[in-house]
């Protein structure tokens, strides 16, 4: 999530080039010798921090002894043009990561997306309707996280508040961060993002940024900014002025509550290993609920989150086609998921034998409403499959500055973001 993003018209510019180019392509349905040596390529960012792509390729590649896997490390910043930018040089991965939804349409547009529909998924993935365009499918998920509340332990023992237990509602967690807050430390932080606010709301009531009406954002971010104002979160304007990372602020026990994905738990386990963030203990919780029709440990909490996928470069070799398509059912299947879990990623494959390896991680927290919350979930994407979510997200992203940096008042952001997609999108 802690990147840039960039303009989908640069992107689909690019992807045109790329579909120009693609007459030099080799016929993706020809057969090939199973046992004969392939490499594939496959598209990363920040590989040294960021081990999902060595991990899958070990696993894939010792049960396939004839098949080599090549990492091809991009900018993590400027990913999805870098990776366009190849593709239209006829020089992209075979297999390409789908770091962000809200671009599979860019890339199937432009034609560079190969049919995978044949490839078989097991029972019960996350995120696979993601990747399907009027019903096929150009990727196949094999991570999958979530939104889930990050909080201190010690510093709720502390204050002498209760942990949370899983019942939350937006108001328990309000008047939790009120009572968390002390001179040294806000009872919250909300990143800048406008996932924080604008993903919460949307699934939590039922509402798709297609849909161009933002009415429901009001009461989310009515509550967000009521907590900046009293003081028991940073507000956004200091934030974004001191560039503080959401890692510092919690990790450093800054805040001892966070919003935020399911992502973060790897990362908080090794810079607790290697010091970078304080020593103390911590757990997580589901993302405090709308009501009380989806909280507790008997029901099922709602959240957000998209998927992580794979897909195959259209103009891929043909010899190579057998393998890449081995590549990614390997890399959605249960094998792979325990893989994943066992370096703390959350794949899109959960079932017990994938959370007991999940937890096994050394320094990952044991209680049981930790495993509830990151294994028990209805997660509805941030970004729908739209060649329009791309420019909906910039509008609202607009919005969400607006609201947060105190220029607009929420009545009038959403009013505005409610006619930019109606004269600009349609």
Known sequence: ??????????????????????????DAGESSDPDAPVTLTLSGWSIDTTPEFQTLADAFTKDHPNVTVELKEYDAAEYNTLVTADLAAGSGPDIITQKEVKYVTTFQEGGQLLDVSDVALPDGISGADSYKVDGTAYAVPYRQDSWVLFYNKALFDAAGVDQPDGSWTWDDYADAAEALTTDASKGAYLHRWQSTVQGFANAQTGTSVLDGDFGDMKDYYDATLALQDAGDQVDFNTSTANQLTYQGEFGTQKAAMMLMGTWYTATLIAQQASGEANDFEWGIAPAPQRDEKTTGTDNTPVTFGDPTGFGINANIDSAKVD???????????????????????????????????????????????????????????????????????GILADLHTAVMSGSTSVDDAIKTAEDRVKNEVG
């Not at 992107?11 to 180019?21: R, S």
Request: net charge negative; hydrophobic share 50%.
């Open 1 to 26: 999530m802690n990147r840039k993003i960039l303009a989908a018209g640069s992107i689909a510019a690019v992807a045109a080039l790329a579909l120009a180019g693609c007459s030099g392509g080799t």
């Open 323 to 393: 393998a890449a398509k081995q590549f990614l059912e390997f890399a959605a299947s249960e094998e792979a998921a325990q893989a994943l879990a066992g370096i703390g990623i959350t794949p899109a494959l959960t079932n017990d034998a994938v959370v007991d390896a999940y937890f096994a991680v050394d320094g990952a927290p044991t209680d049981d409403l930790s495993k509830f919350a990151w294994s028990t979930h209805e997660v509805l994407p941030e970004n729908p499959t739209s060649s329009k979510t791309a420019t909906i997200q």
